[in-house]
């Protein structure tokens, strides 16, 4: 009998996690489960193997072959929990032939992080490759990091040196739940306004456990490039002439008799004088995840860590490269895990100046 037949047995008799037994266990599970299958073994009679053999073969001429679809390949993710995904596929026969002849060795799921991405792409470095038994339709996935979108390619792994990959079929994006409830209780949106700073009567946001530690993170980052003389600081603000050599200064065109609106072809203008400002800034933001139980130092500083094992870091982003290497230590220091994200930034322009700086200007 084939295994969809043993298996088709099996369900009948009601035995159960059918699908995930061998040929030799399933066989034995469905004798076991029908008593009419058991004979003893007398002299000149047949075994119990080839009886219980005999009793399967007429119990499948007494069975109805039962239509069933032509199968397709597909897979389908479904997160279970924040750390665990249940996936299941089906392999059409055609496309298992056409993987076998070209080499086909070893079926995997291939898990890939997609958060924020469209167009079929993934984010670099998060492919996960788990290989599966090759007559097993489900699977329970280690889910590497909660609150992120998730999806599913099964395929087959070519054997040989040269090796190779045979994709089959991809799962739809899936989110997987955050392991804890957000931390984010209350936005708080403020007024702006260019003539009134906002009410004090608001409550300033919780400081950090280290306040110093982003600064000092930075500092570190760029440590190198700041003795090398290069870098700039993403706010640029202008000195200005006092009062009485800034007027002794202007142009004849800017206040002088013949500028715009004094002349006598411009009589009826009046020349105009306002300030204005312009401030503009970016942050980096460095997460991850290690074991709770881990040290974890960026660039020598201790970062602490969530009860989970998480971390986020949001750094000052100026102009010129920084370095954060990463560094991660079991508790009992024999293991380590170590990256290090190199990042730059340049500011082609900047004609900006903060609100305090801000000083009249004649247009």
């Not at 007429?58 to 032509?70: D, F, L, N, S």
């Not at 995997?108 to 924020?116: F, N, P």
Request: glycine share 8%; aromatic share 8%; with cysteine.
């Amino acid at each position: 009998m084939s295994m969809r037949q043993l298996r088709e047995l099996a369900r009948t008799l009601g035995i159960s996690r059918y699908s995930a037994q061998s040929r030799d266990g399933l066989a034995e599970a469905i004798v076991e489960a029908s008593p009419g299958l058991k004979a003893p073994a007398q002299a000149g009679a047949p075994s119990p193997e080839a009886a219980a053999i005999g009793d399967l073969r007429a119990i499948e001429a007494e069975m109805a072959p039962a239509p069933r679809p032509a199968a397709e390949t597909r897979v389908v993710f479904l997160p279970r929990d924040p750390q665990w995904a249940y996936v299941f596929w089906e392999i059409s026969d055609p496309d298992r032939d056409q993987a076998l002849a070209a080499g086909a060795d070893r079926l995997c799921l291939r898990v890939a992080d997609v958060t924020g991405l469209a167009g079929g792409s993934a984010h670099p470095h998060t492919l996960q490759e788990v290989v599966v038994d090759a007559h097993a339709t489900e699977w329970y996935l280690p889910v590497p990091l909660s609150d992120r979108d998730y999806r599913v390619e099964l395929g087959y792994r070519k054997g040989g040196p040269a090796g190779g990959w045979i994709s089959l079929a991809f799962s739809s994006v899936a989110r997987v739940p955050a392991l804890h409830p957000s931390e984010q209780i209350l936005d708080q949106f403020i007024p702006f306004s260019l003539d009134a700073t906002p009410s004090s009567t608001l409550p300033a946001p919780a400081e950090p456990a280290d306040a110093g530690l982003h600064e000092r993170l930075y500092q570190t980052a760029t440590a190198r490039w700041r003795r090398l003389g290069r870098g700039s600081e993403a706010f640029h603000e202008f000195e200005y002439e006092d009062s009485a050599a800034g007027a002794s200064a202007l142009s004849a065109s800017g206040a002088g008799l013949w500028a715009s609106g004094r002349t006598e072809s411009g009589a009826g203008l009046a020349a105009r004088q306002r300030s204005f400002w312009l401030v503009a800034d970016a942050e980096l933001i460095v997460y991850g995840a290690t074991d709770p139980a881990a040290r974890l130092t960026i660039g020598g500083e201790d970062v602490p860590l969530s009860p989970d094992g998480t971390f986020r870091i949001q750094v000052p982003f100026r102009d010129g490269q920084q370095l954060y290497p990463i560094e991660a230590i079991a508790a009992d220091g024999e293991q380590k895990r170590s990256i290090t994200l190199e990042f730059r930034r340049s500011t082609p322009e900047a004609n900006v100046n903060t609100r305090e700086a801000a000083v009249p200007e004649w247009f």
